[in-house]
């Protein structure tokens, strides 16, 4: 079946410009995920989603980040005013449910390069 | 809060050799264990976990890990690696406890394992 696609897989873009990011889950996966890869660092999270509501946004590390669900299907994540040290792999996952310890599949990342 | 710590960042290993990634993590409270692969040119996708039950786990690909709740460790070990091995392997934990519903993960920085022929 389908699995998490995420799109554009690549983005360069000009500091300060804001750029918009898209997951769609697998379909039927109430809870989607946001995290971001920076160069040699782990995964960190940004913001977590059941359904359209997003009951944890703990990790989104400023107010130019914002995400948004429609419904239990796509997201996107917005980056407004661009900065270098945005650069790094965005990462979307959707699991079942959001219960603990579900397995969360992950999308292939979009790559950001903010010049 | 809740951390991982993965203790090398490259282990190179020739076929057919055994391998150990290590992976530490800290948590107040109880945890769920994840090792993740990447493979080349490839999304993050799930190797194993450890949920409750039996604190040795196994994949499909002959990977295992055991959890050690006393030493706070996860190691991943594979007794014979194949060339096919090669990629980057994250550990991460998710912690519950009273009002912690969800499964946000927190990883380790990885470890890229390369299988020389």
């Known amino acids: 079946g389908a699995g998490v696609s995420q799109s554009p897989s690549n983005k360069v873009t000009e500091k300060g410009k804001d750029v918009e990011l898209r997951c769609d889950p697998i379909s039927g996966h109430t809870a989607l995920y946001w995290y971001r890869q920076r160069l040699g660092q782990g995964l960190e999270f940004l913001i977590y989603?059941?359904?359209?509501?997003?009951?944890?946004k703990s990790g989104l590390p400023s107010d130019r980040f914002s995400a948004e669900r429609t419904g239990e299907s796509v997201s996107t994540l917005t980056i407004q005013r661009t900065q270098q040290e945005d650069s790094a792999v965005y990462l979307c996952?959707?699991?079942?449910?959001?219960?603990?310890?579900?397995?969360?599949?992950f999308g292939p990342g979009t790559r950001l390069l903010v010049l | 809060a809740q951390s991982v710590t993965q203790l090398d960042s490259q282990v190179p290993v020739f076929e057919e050799a055994p391998v150990e990634l290590r992976c530490n993590y800290s948590s107040s409270v109880s945890v769920y264990l994840f090792w993740y692969v990447q493979y080349p040119n490839q999304g993050l996708q799930l190797l194993l976990k450890y949920l409750s039950g039996s604190t040795l786990v196994e994949s499909i690909n002959g990977f295992e890990a055991e959890f050690n709740k006393s030493q706070t460790s996860f190691h991943l070990r594979k007794p014979s690696v194949h060339i096919s091995d090669t990629a980057e392997y994250f550990c991460?934990?998710?912690?519950?406890?009273?009002?912690?519903?969800?499964?946000?993960?927190?990883f380790g920085q990885g470890t890229i394992l390369t299988v020389h022929p």
């Open positions: 989603f059941q359904g359209n509501s997003a009951p944890d």
């Open positions: 996952a959707s699991s079942r449910t959001s219960g603990v310890g579900e397995t969360q599949y």
């Open positions: 991460a934990v998710t912690s519950f406890a009273g009002g912690t519903s969800y499964g946000k993960l927190t």
